[in-house]
């Protein structure tokens, strides 16, 4: 059986496994919905073009005639109001941004183990997630304004801004990619990257910006509280609008990983056997590591520091599906979108709302612990 038919079964089971998922976690909370009115609810919030309908619109004294399309759904399943409002309203933003986060950690945590040879290796060892707690917790303890006033001709004055959840999610993003971009420049000499050298660079990076990210803990005073919340991971505060963004990012670098999937196989065989083979290591190396802080900045601007995802899922499924990243890396990330989905259900399911990440780290911990006692390091 070819590499991309064992891989197309294996992420249609998982695909579906997903799926599952997230109806039972939309199920559960403290309006229990049974999981055929959650499909329904889901389908009827569904919409498709329906026609078009003019409008006016405008800022300030301009109104201009417009052109909008109309929507409507092609579902009517009799769903209680109040259930579809939990539902597609509450629950569904969480649970898919869930699923987002996982299976982005879960893709770059595959990839960063394959590039670094290395079964400890996850999405923060160069740093990203890091530099996104830095800017994140930077803007908590000295939030900046994000707004401004524009006067446009024939349209008047214009109020641009965002919000200040928004402002936290920007700052971590930048935060994270000039952290893993600085490690690069670190490593890099004369055109190369050594992975020992890059491996250095991101634990000492990550020991600075530990340090920076004591100092403003210390310098928070009422905010204190907000920075732990963000530090221990959460998806309480999620809503579409972050869910779009995530979705426009995440596929198409997972589609980039996915394309360099080849090249990673080759390049476990060590870099002058790979540059041998005719793969351009070092072209593919920026590639990949800049894809994948990328996609990891994606995840944790919005999410915060979820660990464990990135470490556990990819070794759980190269038990299962092998070592071929042809096959490993859509079915870890395709896993890792599960499991998050999974651990964020438990973690709001008590009478307590806990952090998902102290469920990810709960349940990721003992099963690292297990794979430890019971193989090789060299066979994980």
Request: glycine letters at 10%; zero cysteines.
């Amino acid at each position: 059986m070819s590499a991309w038919t064992r891989s197309t079964k294996w992420s249609a089971a998982l695909a579906a496994t997903l799926g599952l998922t997230v109806v039972v976690s939309a199920a559960i909370g403290p309006v229990r919905i049974p999981p055929a009115e959650v499909v329904k609810a889901v389908l009827n919030a569904l919409v498709v073009p329906a026609g078009i309908e003019t409008t006016s619109q405008g800022v300030g004294p301009l109104t201009l005639p417009g052109v909008d399309l109309a929507y409507r759904s092609p579902f009517a399943f009799p769903v209680d109001r109040v259930h579809q409002q939990i539902v597609v309203g509450v629950r569904l933003p969480r649970i898919l941004m869930a699923a987002l986060v996982g299976f982005a950690l879960a893709a770059a945590g595959t990839v960063m183990q394959g590039f670094f040879r290395n079964p400890m290796a996850d999405p923060s060892i160069i740093g990203v997630s890091s530099g996104a707690a830095v800017g994140a917790v930077a803007f908590i303890v000295f939030p900046v304004a994000l707004s401004a006033t524009l006067t446009l001709p024939l349209v008047g004055a214009v109020d641009v801004g965002i919000s200040y959840g928004a402002g936290v999610s920007l700052f971590a993003f930048v935060g994270s990619l000039a952290a893993a971009f600085g490690v690069y420049a670190i490593a890099t000499r004369h055109g190369r990257t050594p992975v020992a050298t890059l491996l250095l660079a991101g634990v000492a990076v990550q020991t600075f910006l530990g340090a920076v990210i004591s100092y403003l803990q210390l310098q928070a005073g009422e905010s204190l509280r907000r920075i732990v919340a963000w530090l221990m991971g959460h998806l309480s505060g999620a809503a579409w609008s972050d869910v779009a963004v995530t979705a426009v990012v995440v596929p198409p670098l997972f589609g980039v990983l996915l394309v360099y999937a080849r090249d990673l196989n080759v390049m476990l065989l060590g870099e002058e056997e790979a540059q041998g083979l005719g793969i351009a290591v070092e072209r593919t190396k920026r590639i990949l590591l800049a894809a994948s802080a990328l996609i990891t900045a994606a995840g944790v601007a919005f999410a915060g520091i979820i660990g464990f995802v990135g470490l556990i899922v990819p070794h759980m499924l190269r038990l299962v599906v092998g070592p071929d990243h042809r096959v490993l890396l859509p079915s870890a990330a395709l896993a890792g979108g599960s499991f998050l989905v999974a651990a964020d259900t438990l973690a709001r399911a008590g009478s307590t709302e806990l952090p998902v990440g102290v469920v990810t780290a709960a349940v990721g911990a003992p099963f690292f612990v297990y794979l430890l006692v019971t193989r090789e390091v060299d066979e994980l």
